[in-house]
């Protein structure tokens, strides 16, 4: 049995451990917070930070790619000699206030007189008086065309002045080499081109005359020579007469028609309206009673329409004598095999006016 003082000392040790609990921290230290962001706003976005381009060395300059003029090795000089052939043509002046023709045009050989345009307004500088070629020049023909006024008459007529060769003698033309109205009496090879076939159907299926049907062909449209590009830059040349005001000048390497003693038939045109060289023959891609006629004689189809502004003549031989008439071909041509001096002239004869196409 415990004693009174052992009681009192076991209670006061237990009343003091109570004092002590009583004394610890009632709370636990408070963890750092995290910041919220109340979900009815929304964060402004952040704007992002321009990037400053290193700085570079300029761009190149693109290189000159301009193609260089064509350098001319061979330039014609002038006809030399005395043998042209010569074909004459209608001119239509003194019956141009009539507003017609005054003759040669026919539409069945593929012979126009034409130099009207689609109102019969007279075009003179269309209008042929006379065109002539010359070959006796060992690497150049040439071929002048004369029309019907000075050029200087009217500096912004628009015409154009082909020829159309025909080197096989099929009757089918196998090129045609056309220039726009010369500048100067300096030659140049500025608008002149050489074009051809190579479907080798100018003419459709009749050369020379219409077909039934109108021809699907395109005429001359492969261009070989453009302004002195092609492979000969030298090609084909063009001028104003240095002594006749009213005569344009074409001249061309004879190897295009088979060198100086090659034969070939040619036909010469002016044109100041229809300028679309795939349309020859043009009685193959337009029937007559939409080209229209340029005499009131036939008054059904005066006056012309779709076909205007053209003039051409008969069709020439040149280096051979045809064996028979061709068809188109100038009546009772005279070509002499071997010229003899002096110089024979090849000449078309025939009393002007009488039919298409007229030689003197």
């Given at each position: 049995?415990?004693?009174?003082?052992?009681?009192?000392?076991?209670?006061?040790?237990?009343?003091?451990?109570v004092?002590?609990?009583?004394?610890?921290?009632?709370?636990?230290?408070?963890?750092?917070?995290?910041?919220t962001?109340?979900?009815?706003?929304?964060?402004?976005?952040?704007?992002?930070?321009?990037?400053?381009?290193?700085?570079?060395?300029?761009?190149?300059?693109?290189?000159?790619?301009?193609?260089?003029?064509?350098?001319?090795?061979?330039?014609?000089?002038?006809?030399?000699?005395?043998?042209?052939?010569?074909?004459?043509?209608?001119?239509?002046?003194?019956?141009?206030?009539?507003?017609?023709?005054?003759?040669?045009?026919?539409?069945?050989?593929?012979?126009?007189?034409?130099?009207?345009?689609?109102?019969?307004?007279?075009?003179?500088?269309?209008?042929?008086?006379?065109?002539?070629?010359?070959?006796?020049?060992?690497?150049?023909?040439?071929?002048?065309?004369?029309?019907?006024?000075?050029?200087?008459?009217?500096?912004?007529?628009?015409t154009?002045?082909?020829?159309?060769?025909?080197?096989?003698?099929?009757?089918?033309?196998?090129?045609?080499?056309?220039?726009?109205?010369?500048?100067?009496?300096?030659?140049?090879?500025?608008?002149?081109?050489?074009?051809?076939n190579?479907?080798?159907?100018?003419?459709?299926?009749?050369?020379?005359?219409?077909?039934?049907?109108?021809?699907?062909?395109?005429?001359?449209?492969?261009?070989?020579?453009?302004?002195?590009?092609?492979?000969?830059?030298?090609l084909?040349?063009?001028?104003?007469?240095?002594?006749?005001?009213?005569?344009?000048?074409?001249?061309?390497?004879?190897?295009?028609?088979?060198?100086?003693?090659?034969?070939?038939?040619?036909l010469?045109?002016?044109?100041?309206?229809?300028?679309?060289?795939?349309?020859?023959?043009?009685?193959?891609?337009?029937?007559?009673?939409?080209?229209?006629?340029?005499?009131?004689?036939?008054?059904?189809?005066?006056?012309?329409?779709?076909?205007?502004?053209?003039?051409?003549?008969?069709?020439?031989?040149s280096?051979?004598?045809?064996?028979?008439?061709?068809?188109?071909?100038?009546?009772?041509?005279?070509?002499?095999?071997?010229?003899?001096?002096?110089?024979?002239?090849?000449i078309?004869?025939?009393?002007?006016?009488?039919?298409?196409?007229?030689?003197?």
């Amino acid at each position: 049995m415990k004693s009174p003082s052992a009681r009192i000392l076991f209670t006061f040790l237990g009343f003091s451990l109570v004092l002590s609990a009583c004394n610890m921290p009632l709370t636990k230290p408070a963890a750092p917070s995290t910041p919220t962001v109340s979900p009815s706003v929304t964060a402004a976005p952040t704007e992002p930070i321009p990037t400053v381009p290193a700085p570079t060395e300029p761009p190149p300059q693109p290189a000159n790619t301009a193609i260089p003029a064509p350098a001319h090795v061979d330039i014609p000089g002038s006809p030399i000699g005395k043998v042209f052939q010569t074909v004459w043509d209608q001119t239509d002046e003194k019956t141009a206030p009539q507003k017609q023709a005054f003759g040669g045009d026919d539409f069945r050989t593929g012979k126009y007189e034409r130099p009207f345009d689609q109102s019969m307004n007279y075009l003179p500088l269309a209008d042929l008086v006379s065109v002539q070629l010359n070959r006796e020049d060992p690497l150049w023909t040439y071929v002048l065309f004369k029309v019907n006024k000075p050029f200087t008459d009217d500096p912004s007529a628009d015409t154009h002045f082909a020829i159309e060769l025909d080197t096989d003698l099929n009757n089918r033309g196998d090129y045609l080499i056309v220039t726009g109205k010369p500048q100067s009496t300096d030659w140049s090879t500025n608008t002149v081109r050489v074009l051809n076939n190579p479907d080798m159907n100018v003419g459709g299926e009749t050369p020379v005359m219409p077909d039934i049907s109108l021809s699907e062909g395109r005429g001359y449209y492969n261009e070989l020579f453009n302004s002195g590009k092609g492979e000969d830059p030298d090609l084909a040349w063009s001028r104003l007469s240095d002594t006749d005001p009213s005569i344009a000048e074409i001249a061309f390497k004879n190897t295009l028609a088979g060198g100086g003693n090659g034969s070939f038939i040619w036909l010469p045109w002016a044109d100041a309206g229809m300028l679309n060289w795939s349309l020859l023959e043009y009685n193959d891609h337009i029937y007559f009673t939409d080209a229209g006629y340029p005499l009131k004689e036939d008054a059904q189809n005066y006056p012309i329409k779709a076909l205007w502004g053209v003039d051409n003549t008969c069709r020439v031989p040149s280096g051979f004598t045809p064996a028979g008439l061709m068809p188109g071909q100038c009546p009772d041509v005279v070509v002499p095999d071997v010229p003899a001096a002096p110089h024979i002239p090849n000449i078309c004869r025939r009393p002007c006016m009488s039919h298409p196409g007229c030689c003197d």
